[in-house]
């Protein structure tokens, strides 16, 4: 079965503007979750929708945001891009909650984002 | 606060062993995961432990000791194609999955 898609797989920003990224989970999977990906700091974890609720979000400002859809496709929004904001944005879903099953997440190959 | 902690790089030869540890500190605990991420990949899960003891997946293990707050991924008869950044992930709490800052493996001929 396909995998988890993220698209745009690349894109370039400048200062100020806003970009919305989109994920689409691996079919029957409810969980959605996101992460920032640097090379300084690792995987950090964003935020976490199931059945179209935010169930857990990481320590982001409030610029980074995003929601879930009736067909479980999530879509995080970052507005007033900094440059600090580059990064490699991962989605990852599961079939429930990663606490109930084995931990496992099925990522995508994310979307690099570069502000300039 | 809650942080893992990795070695930033390892180095080993084609048909070595490798181990790659793992200290955590976090409020609560459910279970240790290990992922697997190629240079401009994706991250793939290689194996989980939610009780202490040793997972065996073919040539990867992963041992969890909860009282000691550690764990750690084995690869044995490493191949050239194990060349990538390995991270921890610890389940709290507060259901978040929180990531190590990863260990880059390199495999030499």
């Known amino acids: 079965k396909a995998g988890v898609t993220q698209t745009p797989r690349y894109l370039i920003k400048t200062r100020g503007q806003q970009v919305t990224l989109s994920c689409s989970p691996i079919s029957g999977h409810r969980s959605v979750s996101w992460y920032q990906q640097t090379p300084g700091q690792g995987l950090q974890f964003l935020f976490e929708y199931f059945s179209e609720t935010q169930r857990n979000k990481g320590n982001f400002p409030g610029r980074f945001s995003g929601r879930q859809f009736s067909n479980s496709r999530s879509e995080m929004n970052v507005s007033t891009l900094e440059l600090g904001d580059s990064a490699l944005y991962l989605c990852?879903?599961?079939?429930?909650?990663?606490?109930?099953?084995?931990?496992?997440?099925?990522f995508g190959e994310g979307s690099r984002l570069t502000v300039l | 606060g809650q942080s893992l902690e990795q070695p930033s790089e390892v180095t080993a030869v084609e048909g070595a062993i490798v181990q790659i540890n793992c200290t955590y500190q976090t409020s609560g605990f459910y279970g240790l995961s290990w992922y697997q991420q190629h240079d401009g990949g994706a991250p793939t899960f290689l194996s989980y432990?939610?009780?202490?003891g040793l997972e065996e997946t073919g040539r990867f293990s992963s041992f969890l000791s909860r009282s000691d707050s550690y764990g750690y991924l084995l690869l044995q008869e490493l191949q050239m194609k194990d060349s990538a950044s390995y991270f921890c992930a610890v389940k709290g709490e507060t259901d978040k999955l929180i990531f190590g800052t990863g260990t880059r493996l390199q495999v030499f001929p």
């Open positions: 990852a879903s599961s079939s429930t909650g990663f606490w109930e099953n084995t931990g496992e997440l099925f």
């Open positions: 432990n939610g009780l202490d």
